[in-house]
Each structure stands twice: as structure tokens, then as C-alpha cells.
């Protein structure tokens, strides 16, 4: 079962931040929060991911609170093309390719 | 580079049929799974593949489903007979041994099943 709570659904107006919260109060001093999207029709595509201190990419930056209970994507400045399913997963990495196990995560609507 | 590739993209069969669904990973990819995606759910984990041998097949119904990995390179999932709640898309991902540890496993686009 997937260790994490995400909201159901969420809007944003195009050009405005994105902030999608996960809960993983449950999350282990070693596993990481990984962060993946799935666009209509496509398969599922990484985002970031990070253990404990805030990480930013070209995508996303992902802010995790100092008790690592839980965290938020953010997508600073949403387009229409950002409107997909947004997992959050927590897991322990290792040299064999450790498996996501997916929720059902938040679909984000953007809307202009 | 290219990405994952599945075939076929769509399947409609009849329930009690069979049917295979082929994935060439990224090259040099070690590691290959089988995510099997219900409609309105997150992709639920059938089975993982470290080069040629099963990692991990807990979830696989395997009185229907197989799935081989041969030279571990390419991998065929098949089910037979079909039932109705089979009816999902069947995704395939693959990671290197290098970025195992980042997490990033690259999808393809899956594999659309309808059991009538």
C-alpha cells in the first residue's frame, strides 16, 4: 500500500505557482520522496525527488518540512501542458532498482 | 536516446482468450517492471526483472499472467485465459544499474487492454 496522502484533485490558473502537498507522516529516516506525473494517455514520468533537504530542477522544486512528514511540489509557474496526475511516493533506493509503488495521486487541472 | 518501447499500443480480445504484450527497454538497462494501471488507479507493480532473472513477482496473478525476460533484454508479458478485470493498461519501465538509486525509472507509453 502506498505510504502517502494526497489531496484528490486540484486547480490552478495558468501562469500561477503550483503547490501540491503530500502527507508521508509514516516515512523512514532513509526513504526518499520521489515525485512522478502522468499526462493523459502517457506513462508515468519523474519529477524530483529528495530525502530531507529542498531540491530544484529544471521541472520542480520540491520543499520537505524539517520533520520529513511531509512535502510539496512546486510548480512555479503552471502551463496548460502541466495538467496531469502528480505522484508522490516515499521508498528506500537500492543497487537493484527498488519498485514505485503508486497511490492515485492529485490530478491538476490547469486552466487559462 | 530512445525510450521504452511497447507493442501493441491497443488489444480488444474476448474473455478466455489469451494475449502478449512485447517491451524493449532503454538500452543498457538492467532492471524491467510490469505496471498494470486499472482505470482511475495508480500503476499497481506485477513484476520486476533484475537482466534475465524475477526480482520481484509477488503481485502477479501467475494462475493467468507469465512474463519472461529472456537474454534480459526485451520482455513479453502474457495472459491467458483473460478475464474481464484484466481490462488496464499494461505499462513497462526500465532503469539502469547507475541511476537505481536516483529512482528515475523511464515509462513507455503502454499497452491499452479491453476484455469483452
Known amino acids: 500500500d502506498a505510504k502517502t496522502t494526497q489531496p484528490t484533485s486540484m486547480d490552478c490558473a495558468e501562469g500561477r505557482a503550483a503547490n501540491l502537498p503530500c502527507n508521508h507522516s509514516?516515512?523512514?529516516?532513509?526513504?526518499?520522496v520521489y515525485w512522478y506525473r502522468q499526462i493523459h494517455s502517457q506513462g508515468p514520468q519523474y519529477i524530483i525527488h529528495g530525502l530531507k533537504n529542498n531540491e530544484t530542477n529544471e521541472m520542480a522544486s520540491l520543499i520537505i518540512t524539517e520533520d520529513r512528514k511531509s512535502s510539496t511540489l512546486i510548480l512555479p509557474h503552471a502551463t496548460l501542458r502541466d495538467t496531469a496526475v502528480y505522484y508522490c511516493i516515499v521508498r528506500v533506493p537500492n543497487q537493484a532498482g527498488t519498485a514505485l509503488i503508486f497511490g492515485k495521486g492529485t490530478t491538476l487541472s490547469v486552466s487559462s | 536516446e530512445a525510450g521504452v518501447a511497447q507493442s501493441p499500443r491497443y488489444k480488444i480480445i474476448e474473455k478466455r482468450q489469451s494475449v502478449a504484450f512485447w517491451c524493449n527497454p532503454i538500452s543498457g538497462h538492467a532492471t524491467l517492471y510490469w505496471y498494470q494501471q486499472i482505470l482511475g488507479q495508480g500503476p499497481k507493480l506485477l513484476i520486476q526483472?533484475?537482466?534475465?532473472?524475477?526480482?520481484?513477482d509477488s503481485q502477479l496473478p501467475k494462475d493467468r499472467f507469465s512474463a519472461e525476460r529472456l537474454k534480459g533484454v526485451d520482455s513479453t508479458l502474457k495472459i491467458q485465459p483473460a478475464k474481464l478485470e484484466d481490462s488496464a493498461v499494461y505499462l513497462c519501465a526500465s532503469s539502469s544499474r547507475q541511476i537505481a538509486n536516483t529512482g528515475e525509472l523511464f515509462f513507455g507509453e503502454g499497452s491499452r487492454l479491453t476484455v469483452l
Open positions: 509514516t516515512i523512514s529516516g532513509n526513504e526518499y
Open positions: 526483472f533484475q537482466n534475465n532473472g524475477v526480482v520481484d
